[in-house]
T-cell receptor, first 118, second 110 residues
Framework: GAGVSQSPSNKVTEKGKDVELRCDPISGHTALYWYRQSLGQGLEFLIYFQGNSAPDKSGLPSDRFSAERTGGSVSTLTIQRTQQEDSAVYLC????????????????FGEGSRLTVL | GQQLNQSPQSMFIQEGEDVSMNCTSSSIFNTWLWYKQDPGEGPVLLIALYKAGELTSNGRLTAQFGITRKDSFLNISASIPSDVGIYFCAGPVGSEKLVFGKGTKLTVNP
């Protein structure tokens, strides 16, 4: 497709299980971002990729969270030993140029993966 | 870290009314962005502002970049039901990421 694709769209898991969330960015977009949106909250930055490297992973809440990107394309966000407070919508976005450059590139968001931890 | 404060948190208006919302920061931003999130969707860029004092329109939407560079306003004129959603302001931090406000949730009664 032409847009950012995320899967699964919904995931219900039990506390303590591991989950993987996938993001397929727009073809050719070099920058990829993960954000978390909790109920009633704004978008919380998690991690940013430029190509396959992650210059900024400062937003990852704990060492249970990790992300990787391969081939400069698909990214996977992994949450180990999930907790109830991990329940949120995880949004992925891609951009042609890094935000904050002289002319910030527009972020194109996917529809998100809604995670519910029971 | 830099934070963006949006107000109001929510608005309930009648169709046809005008809407105004704002975003403030304790830090200077060189760019202000306004996004809209429809229910069940990801946010979509509405307007981008790059210069202090800039006033930009996009249809019924008008946004302004405050001259202090610490605030921005978004106005929607003659609201319609499809304006329902959450409106976020955002600004770049450093060279690589956007920080978002907590959003203004808009409900339009037909």
């Amino acid at each position: 497709g032409a847009g950012v694709s995320q899967s699964p769209s919904n995931k219900v898991t039990e506390k303590g299980k591991d989950v993987e969330l996938r993001c397929d960015p727009i073809s050719g977009h070099t920058a990829l971002y993960w954000y978390r949106q909790s109920l009633g909250q704004g978008l919380e930055f998690l991690i940013y990729f430029q190509g396959n490297s992650a210059p900024d992973k400062s937003g990852l809440p704990s060492d249970r969270f990790s992300a990787e990107r391969t081939g400069g394309s698909v990214s996977t966000l992994t949450i180990q030993r999930t907790q109830q407070e991990d329940s949120a919508v995880y949004l992925c976005a891609s951009s042609l140029v890094p935000t904050g450059a002289f002319t910030p590139g527009e972020l194109f968001f996917g529809e998100g993966s809604r995670l519910t931890v029971l | 870290g830099q934070q963006l404060n949006q107000s109001p948190q929510s608005m309930f208006i009648q169709e046809g009314e005008d809407v105004s919302m704002n975003c403030t920061s304790s830090s200077i931003f060189n760019t202000w962005l306004w996004y809209k999130q429809d229910p069940g969707e990801g946010p979509v860029l509405l307007i981008a502002l790059y210069k202090a004092g800039e006033l930009t329109s996009n249809g019924r939407l008008t946004a302004q970049f405050g001259i202090t560079r610490k605030d921005s306003f978004l106005n929607i004129s003659a609201s319609i039901p499809s304006d329902v959603g959450i409106y976020f302001c955002a600004g770049p931090v450093g060279s690589e990421k956007l920080v978002f406000g907590k959003g203004t949730k808009l409900t339009v009664n037909p």
